[in-house]
Protein backbone atom coordinates (compact mmCIF):
# COMPACT_ATOMS: atom_id res chain seq x y z
CA UNK A 1 0.00 0.00 0.00
CA UNK A 2 1.61 3.52 -1.09
CA UNK A 3 1.43 6.54 1.26
CA UNK A 4 -1.05 7.90 -0.83
CA UNK A 5 -3.84 5.24 -0.43
CA UNK A 6 -3.07 4.76 3.03
CA UNK A 7 -3.96 8.22 3.72
CA UNK A 8 -6.53 8.04 1.84
CA UNK A 9 -7.73 5.19 3.94
CA UNK A 10 -7.09 7.25 6.89
CA UNK A 11 -8.95 10.38 5.77
CA UNK A 12 -12.10 8.12 4.94
CA UNK A 13 -12.08 6.77 7.97
CA UNK A 14 -11.55 9.89 10.08
CA UNK A 15 -14.50 11.46 8.22
CA UNK A 16 -17.12 8.31 9.73
CA UNK A 17 -15.67 8.94 12.82
CA UNK A 18 -16.28 12.84 13.08
CA UNK A 19 -20.08 12.61 11.48
CA UNK A 20 -20.80 9.85 14.20
CA UNK A 21 -19.32 11.85 16.74
CA UNK A 22 -21.62 14.86 15.50
CA UNK A 23 -24.95 12.93 15.44
CA UNK A 24 -23.76 11.37 19.05
CA UNK A 25 -22.90 15.05 20.75
CA UNK A 26 -26.63 16.21 19.39
CA UNK A 27 -28.33 13.63 21.03
CA UNK A 28 -26.43 13.35 24.07
CA UNK A 29 -26.53 17.28 24.38
CA UNK A 30 -30.52 17.68 23.81
CA UNK A 31 -31.10 14.70 26.30
CA UNK A 32 -29.96 16.83 28.98
CA UNK A 33 -32.58 18.31 31.33
CA UNK A 34 -33.15 21.86 30.26
CA UNK A 35 -32.87 23.88 27.86
CA UNK A 36 -31.85 27.85 26.60
CA UNK A 37 -35.67 28.91 26.65
CA UNK A 38 -35.72 27.68 29.99
CA UNK A 39 -32.70 29.27 31.42
CA UNK A 40 -33.20 32.46 29.05
CA UNK A 41 -37.07 32.99 30.74
CA UNK A 42 -35.59 32.53 34.07
CA UNK A 43 -32.73 34.97 33.86
CA UNK A 44 -35.58 37.76 33.27
CA UNK A 45 -38.30 36.96 35.05
CA UNK A 46 -40.49 35.86 32.73
CA UNK A 47 -41.29 31.98 32.73
CA UNK A 48 -44.78 32.22 31.64
CA UNK A 49 -45.46 29.75 29.26
CA UNK A 50 -46.23 31.58 26.24
CA UNK A 51 -42.96 33.52 26.61
CA UNK A 52 -41.24 30.20 26.81
CA UNK A 53 -42.98 28.68 23.57
CA UNK A 54 -41.73 32.04 21.87
CA UNK A 55 -38.62 31.26 22.60
CA UNK A 56 -38.34 28.06 21.94
CA UNK A 57 -39.70 28.87 18.47
CA UNK A 58 -36.91 31.43 17.61
CA UNK A 59 -34.09 29.14 18.53
CA UNK A 60 -36.38 26.71 16.85
CA UNK A 61 -36.47 24.50 19.84
CA UNK A 62 -40.31 23.73 18.96
CA UNK A 63 -39.21 21.54 15.99
CA UNK A 64 -39.11 17.53 16.24
CA UNK A 65 -35.72 15.95 17.53
CA UNK A 66 -34.86 14.88 13.95
CA UNK A 67 -35.48 17.97 11.84
CA UNK A 68 -33.00 19.55 14.61
CA UNK A 69 -30.59 16.92 14.02
CA UNK A 70 -31.07 17.29 10.06
CA UNK A 71 -31.11 20.98 10.00
CA UNK A 72 -27.96 20.79 11.91
CA UNK A 73 -25.95 18.15 9.93
CA UNK A 74 -26.76 20.08 7.18
CA UNK A 75 -25.00 23.13 8.89
CA UNK A 76 -22.08 20.82 9.35
CA UNK A 77 -21.81 19.84 5.80
CA UNK A 78 -21.37 23.58 4.65
CA UNK A 79 -19.55 24.79 7.63
CA UNK A 80 -22.31 26.60 9.38
CA UNK A 81 -22.04 25.78 12.99
CA UNK A 82 -25.18 27.72 13.62
CA UNK A 83 -26.17 30.89 15.45
CA UNK A 84 -24.93 31.84 19.62
CA UNK A 85 -28.15 31.97 21.56
CA UNK A 86 -26.30 34.13 24.22
CA UNK A 87 -23.76 36.08 22.66
CA UNK A 88 -25.44 36.91 19.16
CA UNK A 89 -22.65 35.85 17.11
CA UNK A 90 -21.85 33.11 14.38
CA UNK A 91 -20.19 29.90 16.18
CA UNK A 92 -17.58 29.68 14.21
CA UNK A 93 -16.61 33.50 15.04
CA UNK A 94 -16.53 32.88 18.85
CA UNK A 95 -14.86 29.46 18.14
CA UNK A 96 -11.98 31.09 15.85
CA UNK A 97 -11.64 33.79 18.31
CA UNK A 98 -10.64 31.23 21.30
CA UNK A 99 -8.94 28.60 19.17
CA UNK A 100 -5.38 29.99 18.79
CA UNK A 101 -5.47 30.60 23.05
CA UNK A 102 -6.15 26.73 23.67
CA UNK A 103 -3.90 25.44 20.94
CA UNK A 104 -0.92 27.45 22.01
CA UNK A 105 -1.51 26.07 25.75
CA UNK A 106 -2.62 22.37 24.52
CA UNK A 107 0.26 22.03 21.87
CA UNK A 108 2.88 23.99 24.64
CA UNK A 109 1.42 21.44 27.34
CA UNK A 110 1.94 18.71 25.10
CA UNK A 111 5.62 18.99 24.24
CA UNK A 112 6.60 19.93 27.44
CA UNK A 113 5.45 17.40 28.83
CA UNK A 114 6.11 14.52 25.86
CA UNK A 115 9.93 15.58 26.47
CA UNK A 116 9.96 16.10 30.33
CA UNK A 117 8.69 13.11 30.44
CA UNK A 118 10.45 10.99 28.34
CA UNK A 119 13.73 12.62 29.84
CA UNK A 120 12.92 11.72 33.28
CA UNK A 121 12.14 7.81 31.90
CA UNK A 122 15.14 7.15 30.32
CA UNK A 123 17.08 9.14 33.67
CA UNK A 124 15.00 6.43 35.51
CA UNK A 125 15.99 3.47 33.99
CA UNK A 126 19.46 4.26 32.96
CA UNK A 127 19.68 4.35 36.87
CA UNK A 128 17.33 1.80 37.77
CA UNK A 129 17.53 0.77 41.63
CA UNK A 130 19.29 3.64 42.27
CA UNK A 131 17.71 6.63 44.36
CA UNK A 132 17.63 8.91 41.27
CA UNK A 133 15.26 6.12 39.89
CA UNK A 134 13.21 6.37 43.04
CA UNK A 135 12.97 10.11 43.26
CA UNK A 136 11.72 10.09 39.65
CA UNK A 137 8.83 7.35 40.01
CA UNK A 138 8.12 8.29 43.61
CA UNK A 139 7.41 11.84 41.90
CA UNK A 140 5.50 10.82 38.83
CA UNK A 141 3.21 8.72 40.92
CA UNK A 142 2.26 11.50 43.15
CA UNK A 143 1.71 14.00 40.03
CA UNK A 144 -0.85 11.29 38.55
CA UNK A 145 -2.38 10.03 41.81
CA UNK A 146 -2.90 14.76 42.47
CA UNK A 147 -5.90 16.35 40.82
CA UNK A 148 -5.54 18.63 38.51
CA UNK A 149 -7.10 21.36 39.86
CA UNK A 150 -5.86 20.92 43.11
CA UNK A 151 -2.43 21.31 41.46
CA UNK A 152 -3.53 24.56 39.80
CA UNK A 153 -4.63 25.97 42.87
CA UNK A 154 -1.53 25.21 44.76
CA UNK A 155 0.57 26.66 41.99
CA UNK A 156 -1.12 29.58 42.03
CA UNK A 157 -1.39 29.92 45.71
CA UNK A 158 2.52 29.89 45.76
CA UNK A 159 3.81 31.19 42.81
CA UNK A 160 1.43 33.74 42.01
CA UNK A 161 -0.18 34.77 45.29
CA UNK A 162 2.74 34.13 47.94
CA UNK A 163 5.60 34.75 46.19
CA UNK A 164 4.76 37.13 43.32
CA UNK A 165 6.91 35.05 40.48
CA UNK A 166 4.45 34.82 37.59
CA UNK A 167 1.01 36.18 36.65
CA UNK A 168 -1.98 33.89 38.56
CA UNK A 169 -4.68 34.90 35.74
CA UNK A 170 -5.03 35.53 31.68
CA UNK A 171 -2.92 34.87 28.82
CA UNK A 172 -1.50 38.94 28.84
CA UNK A 173 -1.66 41.99 31.40
CA UNK A 174 -4.97 43.56 30.69
CA UNK A 175 -3.91 46.90 29.53
CA UNK A 176 -0.63 47.05 29.17
CA UNK A 177 -0.76 48.42 25.83
CA UNK A 178 2.94 45.78 24.90
CA UNK A 179 3.72 45.02 21.45
CA UNK A 180 6.49 43.04 19.66
CA UNK A 181 9.11 41.05 21.72
CA UNK A 182 7.71 42.67 25.20
CA UNK A 183 4.21 41.32 24.46
CA UNK A 184 5.75 37.52 23.35
CA UNK A 185 7.48 38.02 26.99
CA UNK A 186 4.11 38.67 28.78
CA UNK A 187 2.54 35.90 27.50
CA UNK A 188 5.49 33.51 27.72
CA UNK A 189 5.31 34.53 31.71
CA UNK A 190 1.00 33.55 31.94
CA UNK A 191 1.84 30.50 29.93
CA UNK A 192 4.24 29.38 32.55
CA UNK A 193 1.56 28.08 35.14
CA UNK A 194 -1.27 26.77 33.12
CA UNK A 195 1.02 24.61 30.82
CA UNK A 196 2.96 23.53 33.76
CA UNK A 197 -0.25 22.29 35.64
CA UNK A 198 -1.27 20.93 32.90
CA UNK A 199 1.36 19.25 31.47
CA UNK A 200 2.64 17.40 35.25
CA UNK A 201 0.01 14.56 34.95
CA UNK A 202 1.35 13.86 30.99
CA UNK A 203 4.63 13.70 32.20
CA UNK A 204 3.72 11.57 35.09
CA UNK A 205 2.32 9.02 32.40
CA UNK A 206 5.10 9.10 29.90
CA UNK A 207 7.61 8.99 32.46
CA UNK A 208 6.37 5.62 33.70
CA UNK A 209 5.61 4.55 30.22
CA UNK A 210 9.53 5.53 28.92
CA UNK A 211 10.94 3.93 32.18
CA UNK A 212 9.18 0.61 31.62
CA UNK A 213 9.57 0.31 27.87
CA UNK A 214 13.16 0.62 27.99
CA UNK A 215 13.74 -1.72 30.40
CA UNK A 216 11.85 -4.26 28.47
CA UNK A 217 13.72 -3.53 25.00
CA UNK A 218 17.33 -3.40 27.27
CA UNK A 219 16.26 -7.42 28.31
CA UNK A 220 15.71 -8.46 24.64
CA UNK A 221 18.53 -10.38 22.76
CA UNK A 222 19.85 -7.71 19.84
CA UNK A 223 20.24 -5.16 22.73
CA UNK A 224 22.86 -8.04 25.19
CA UNK A 225 24.61 -8.75 21.49
CA UNK A 226 25.32 -5.48 21.37
CA UNK A 227 26.45 -5.66 24.91
CA UNK A 228 28.30 -8.61 24.48
CA UNK A 229 29.80 -7.08 21.16
CA UNK A 230 31.40 -4.41 23.65
CA UNK A 231 29.70 -1.27 22.13
CA UNK A 232 29.46 1.99 24.37
CA UNK A 233 26.60 1.74 26.99
CA UNK A 234 25.60 5.41 25.67
CA UNK A 235 25.86 4.21 22.02
CA UNK A 236 23.62 1.10 22.72
CA UNK A 237 21.29 3.76 25.08
CA UNK A 238 20.65 6.11 22.47
CA UNK A 239 20.67 3.61 19.47
CA UNK A 240 19.45 0.29 20.20
CA UNK A 241 16.96 0.95 23.14
CA UNK A 242 15.93 4.20 23.02
CA UNK A 243 15.11 4.38 19.15
CA UNK A 244 12.83 0.97 19.69
CA UNK A 245 11.26 2.29 22.98
CA UNK A 246 9.56 5.50 21.67
CA UNK A 247 6.94 3.93 19.57
CA UNK A 248 4.23 2.94 22.32
CA UNK A 249 5.36 6.05 23.99
CA UNK A 250 4.20 7.73 20.64
CA UNK A 251 1.66 5.62 20.32
CA UNK A 252 0.23 6.93 24.05
CA UNK A 253 0.88 10.32 22.90
CA UNK A 254 -1.49 10.35 20.26
CA UNK A 255 -4.16 9.05 21.91
CA UNK A 256 -3.25 11.26 25.04
CA UNK A 257 -2.92 14.38 22.73
CA UNK A 258 -7.09 14.36 22.77
CA UNK A 259 -7.21 14.10 26.75
CA UNK A 260 -4.85 17.05 26.78
CA UNK A 261 -7.58 19.44 24.91
CA UNK A 262 -10.35 17.76 28.06
CA UNK A 263 -7.76 19.10 30.72
CA UNK A 264 -7.76 22.08 29.30
CA UNK A 265 -11.19 22.80 29.79
CA UNK A 266 -10.43 23.02 33.37
CA UNK A 267 -7.32 24.64 33.36
CA UNK A 268 -8.50 26.94 31.21
CA UNK A 269 -11.70 27.71 33.73
CA UNK A 270 -8.94 27.90 36.54
CA UNK A 271 -6.49 30.09 35.17
CA UNK A 272 -8.97 32.70 33.30
CA UNK A 273 -7.01 31.38 30.25
CA UNK A 274 -9.05 32.57 27.05
CA UNK A 275 -10.00 29.76 25.13
CA UNK A 276 -12.63 27.58 23.73
CA UNK A 277 -12.42 24.93 27.23
CA UNK A 278 -13.34 28.09 28.68
CA UNK A 279 -16.11 29.02 26.31
CA UNK A 280 -17.41 25.67 26.56
CA UNK A 281 -18.31 25.86 30.39
CA UNK A 282 -19.81 29.08 30.03
CA UNK A 283 -22.12 27.67 27.33
CA UNK A 284 -22.68 24.70 29.41
CA UNK A 285 -23.48 26.60 32.18
CA UNK A 286 -25.82 29.03 29.86
CA UNK A 287 -27.55 25.58 27.90
CA UNK A 288 -25.93 27.57 25.04
CA UNK A 289 -26.33 24.07 22.62
CA UNK A 290 -24.71 25.76 19.21
CA UNK A 291 -21.71 26.89 21.07
CA UNK A 292 -21.53 23.63 22.95
CA UNK A 293 -21.62 21.58 19.69
CA UNK A 294 -19.00 23.74 17.88
CA UNK A 295 -16.51 23.31 20.71
CA UNK A 296 -17.38 19.57 20.31
CA UNK A 297 -17.06 19.25 16.70
CA UNK A 298 -13.36 21.11 16.26
CA UNK A 299 -12.39 19.26 19.70
CA UNK A 300 -12.71 16.20 17.76
CA UNK A 301 -11.64 17.06 14.85
CA UNK A 302 -8.37 17.97 16.28
CA UNK A 303 -8.57 14.57 18.19
CA UNK A 304 -8.73 12.67 14.64
CA UNK A 305 -5.92 15.36 13.10
CA UNK A 306 -3.61 14.39 15.81
CA UNK A 307 -4.11 10.19 15.14
CA UNK A 308 -4.01 10.75 11.83
CA UNK A 309 -0.87 12.79 12.57
CA UNK A 310 0.61 9.88 14.86
CA UNK A 311 -0.40 7.01 12.06
CA UNK A 312 1.89 9.03 9.93
CA UNK A 313 4.82 9.42 12.29
CA UNK A 314 4.62 6.23 12.74
CA UNK A 315 5.80 5.00 9.55
CA UNK A 316 8.37 7.59 9.48
CA UNK A 317 10.22 6.29 12.81
CA UNK A 318 9.97 2.85 12.27
CA UNK A 319 9.48 1.68 8.19
CA UNK A 320 9.12 -1.78 8.91
CA UNK A 321 5.26 -0.75 10.46
CA UNK A 322 3.01 -2.15 8.03
CA UNK A 323 0.80 0.61 6.46
CA UNK A 324 -1.62 -1.74 6.36
CA UNK A 325 -1.93 -2.24 9.86
Given at each position: MNSLEFLFKRLLKAAFVVLGVVVFNFLLIHLAPGDPA?????????????????????FGLDQPLYVQLWLYFKGVLTFNMGFSYRNNLPVSELILDRLPATLLLSASAFVFSLLLGILLGVMAAVRRGKLADSLIMSGALLFYATPLFWVSLMAMLVFSIRLDWLPPFGMETIGGGLTGAARAWDVMQHMVLPVV????????????????????????????TARAKGVPAGQIT?????????LPVFTFAGIQAGQILGGAVLTETVFAWPGIGRLMFDALIQRDYPVLLGVFLVTSVLVVLVNLLTDVFYRFIDPRIEASS
Open positions: TVIAGESGAGDAQFLAQLRQQTLGLFFTAIYTRLTRASMLEVGSLDFVKRRHVLRNAM
